[in-house]
């Protein structure tokens, strides 16, 4: 029995990737959930918003590449985020405008609003693969460990080694931060205010002298900050590639609905939940069990609940089971 | 149908013959065939969203559920992997559905409380390991018995045409099981739910090598029309092509392309025929108030969950047929060919373009839209053609553009959904 072992193949497969994609998806969800608070409806061209924006932020890369500029030890693409969110922005604004906002005034029912998203997501994922194509591409510089496994190994004397990425340290300290920002603005300040009393009640808001232009400009400028963000961290953490990130669509829809779609609170709840669940679920138990067993008790096969290929539907159990036993997720979200 | 609506049937036939002119006969028969099926793809989402307002995005796992339905009843049967763990495999699904139903019943009988989720949760775990420990040896069995050639258990090798129904209630049993869980929650929902759905069908069927070979594709599923190379060796029809002033490879290639059409021609009036039918009658009256007015639906005494039920299995199904032809059409199932964007969203543009609520409509976005899907890259690459005329040949960005021509088909379909969605909301055959 070597609980230290374990405890450490643990970290090193679950705990630590799975924290870093829950973060990911936290801020996927925390998207969805805005827009279905304040614009209420299911955005199905989230994903390919994710894609657009990693995708400027990488074009943004490999320009200062170009120049000889980079943030090392950290990798450029953090440097180039600015560039990709404020493009998003531009294009979401865009999207708004042309598309939108013409459904907003005629007050057209939410699904109406989800089959018009489906035409954006269309022209998105064309715009995406026509720019960058459809094949996968890796964009993080920099140094590549924070800690190692063997410099883990050295220092500690155990058995197992701990690696520790940069892009998941990254991942995680960004989420916290962005997450701050984010409630901090929604709790704090005036506008803030203004999009929670909009998402509330729209027609007590618009009394009370709220633009609901405003309210909305600023949500599609924060949806895109948390996309861009979610997509960059997720390609610094795996690799850009657009059909992923349409596929992402599942998993995010998932946790802001078990979370309690249009509360953002529930949102990092149910990106976390979800992330943990996919990864426990489809790894390979085997080491971690070698460890806590008694000699000669240590199972032969992988001890693998599901094969990786199943992690949709683990997102996809879990959210059938809240449906089933708490329709309006964990948090209490709204329902339209 | 109206003057207006014929005209629109007439010009896509046109768009068909042109191609036919200006193309060739045989990439003409190819979109017509495909036109069809994907016709009664339309049709099928028709039924849900036209008529009932259901919110399917699941048409994708549907499609596929009808390609293996083909797959288990046409190919022949792998004697040697029945014997290795055929029995086997359907015992371990056996106790699978067993500790589900299980499940369902504790959940049912037992008492509120504590206890209740415990012993669920006990109960479902014991029966995954149950489960496994049969089922894991027995698939590990099959897939060892000759895993280049087959590997997998086959099918029950009946006449292929046996498969198109068998295929559309593979698709009506997995409507009858999500809609059970997720209709009568928000649309929103079902929506999110029917995703999930097609990405699973879609998992499972690259995965489960036992069942369909999984990404080593099944090919040569038998034909319900004779093969080109017996036609051609057929010296009665070499005659008869030579008669007419064809080649005998491009009349066999011709001639199997017409049958075809004309067995996915038969279904389609048939299915036309039957939705009509349905619309008018009482129930489809009453299945569009539903839509309409639920609450006012309900308060007439209508069950309205029963009947959104109903029509979600019935819409599932015809897409599972559709599904089922599909893979007829192309002798093979190719897993990872399952494309959400060209089997769900692409049914989708098809239905909103032609006319939701109109199975003409439906039928003409079928015929439509899967011409344009098909035209629009040899179209794009020309006027791109056009556009970088004035560039240097070795210039980069010329060749990006014209690399990038392929991904013109999603840009276009983006706009027209929009574009219809905007100016002619209702669609090109308005519903009446």
């Known amino acids: ?336 | 149908m109206k003057p207006r609506d014929m005209a629109l049937f007439a010009l896509v036939a046109l768009l068909i013959v042109g191609t036919g002119y200006l193309q060739s006969w045989n990439a003409a028969l190819n979109i017509l065939n495909m036109g069809l099926i994907s016709a009664i793809m339309a049709l099928g989402v028709n039924m849900q969203w036209g008529y009932a307002g259901l919110f399917n995005v699941g048409v994708m796992g549907f499609v596929a559920l009808g390609g293996l339905g083909v797959v288990l009843v046409s190919m022949p049967p792998v004697g040697a992997a029945w014997s290795a763990g055929g029995m086997q495999v359907l015992f371990a699904l056996a106790i699978g559905l067993g500790v589900i139903v299980g499940a369902i019943q504790l959940w049912r009988r037992m008492a509120r409380g504590a206890l209740r989720g415990v012993a669920l949760v006990v109960w479902l775990v014991a029966g995954f390991f149950v489960f496994r420990a049969v089922f894991d040896p027995a698939v590990a069995a099959i897939e060892a018995v000759n895993p280049a050639a087959t590997g997998y258990l086959g099918g029950l090798g009946l006449p292929v045409l046996f498969g198109w129904p068998v295929g559309a209630l593979l698709a009506a049993g997995a409507a009858w099981v999500i809609g059970k869980t997720a209709l009568g929650l928000r649309s929103d929902y079902l929506a999110i739910a029917t995703l999930g759905i097609a990405e699973i069908v879609i998992a499972v069927l690259k995965n489960e090598e036992w069942l369909t070979r999984g990404v080593k594709n099944v090919i040569g599923i038998p034909r319900p029309v004779p093969y080109e190379v017996e036609l051609q060796a057929d010296p009665g029809f070499v005659e008869r092509a030579a008669g007419l002033g064809l080649d005998p490879v491009t009349a066999s290639t011709l001639y199997v392309k017409l049958l075809y059409a004309g067995l996915f021609a038969a279904v389609l009036i048939a299915l036309i025929w039957l939705s009509q039918m349905a619309l008018r009658s009482p129930w489809g009256r009453m299945m569009r108030a539903i839509r309409d007015n639920e609450v006012a639906a309900e308060a007439m005494g209508k069950d309205v969950k029963a009947r959104h039920l109903q029509i979600f299995i019935l819409g599932s199904a015809v897409c599972g047929l559709a599904g089922a032809m599909m893979i007829t059409l192309d002798s093979q199932l190719t897993p990872a060919s399952y494309q959400p964007l060209r089997f769900t969203f692409l049914v989708w543009v098809m239905v909103i373009v032609g006319g939701s609520g109109n199975n003409f409509g439906a039928v003409l976005g079928g015929f439509l839209i899967w011409f344009l899907w098909v035209q629009v890259e040899p179209f794009g690459a020309f006027l791109m053609e056009v556009m970088t005329s004035g560039m240097a040949a070795d210039s980069a960005l010329r060749a990006h553009l014209m690399d990038s021509v392929a991904h013109m088909r999603l840009l276009t379909m983006g706009v027209i959904l929009l574009l219809v969605l905007r100016f002619s909301p209702r669609g090109l055959i308005p519903e009446r």
């Open chain 1, 1 to 336: 029995m070597d609980v230290l072992n374990a405890l450490v193949a643990l970290a090193n497969f679950v705990l630590i990737p799975a924290t870093a994609y829950g973060a990911q998806l936290a801020l996927g969800a925390l998207g969805v959930t805005l827009i279905y608070g304040i614009l209420r409806f299911s955005n199905f061209a989230h994903g390919d918003t994710m894609a657009f924006g990693t995708m400027v932020t990488i074009l943004a890369t490999w320009g200062l590449q170009s120049y000889g500029i980079s943030l090392s030890p950290l990798p450029t693409a953090l440097l180039a985020l600015p560039v990709g969110i404020a493009v998003t922005a531009l294009l979401l604004l865009g999207t708004d405008r042309v598309v939108y906002r013409f459904y907003r005034e005629q007050k057209a029912k939410p699904v109406i609003l989800v089959i018009v998203s489906m035409g954006v997501m269309f022209i998105l994922n064309g715009l995406v693969r026509f720019i960058i194509g459809p094949d996968d591409h890796r964009f993080d510089d920099g140094v590549r460990f924070l800690i190692d496994a063997r410099t883990f190994r050295e220092m500690t004397g155990l058995a197992e080694g701990l690696a520790i990425r940069t892009s998941q340290a990254i991942t995680i300290v960004t989420a916290v931060v962005v997450v701050a920002l984010l409630f901090w603005f929604l709790n704090r300040t005036r506008t803030g205010k203004s999009m929670r009393a909009f998402s509330d009640n729209e027609d007590l808001a618009l009394l009370s002298g709220i633009n609901p232009e405003r309210v909305v400009a600023i949500t599609w400028i924060i949806v895109a900050a948390l996309a861009t963000t979610a997509g960059v961290l997720y390609g610094l953490d795996k690799s850009f590639k657009a059909f992923t990130y349409f596929q992402l669509l599942l998993p995010i829809f998932a946790a802001a609905i078990v979370g309690g779609l249009g509360n953002p609170l529930g949102a990092i709840a149910g990106g976390f939940l979800i992330a943990f669940s996919e990864v426990t679920i489809t790894y390979a138990w085997k080491k971690v069990l070698t460890y806590l067993l008694p000699d000669g008790m240590a199972p032969d096969g992988l001890v693998q609940l599901l094969s990786t290929e199943y992690k949709f539907a683990v997102s996809f159990v879990i959210l059938v089971i809240v449906l089933l036993f708490r329709p309006t997720g964990i948090f209490r979200g709204k329902s339209v």
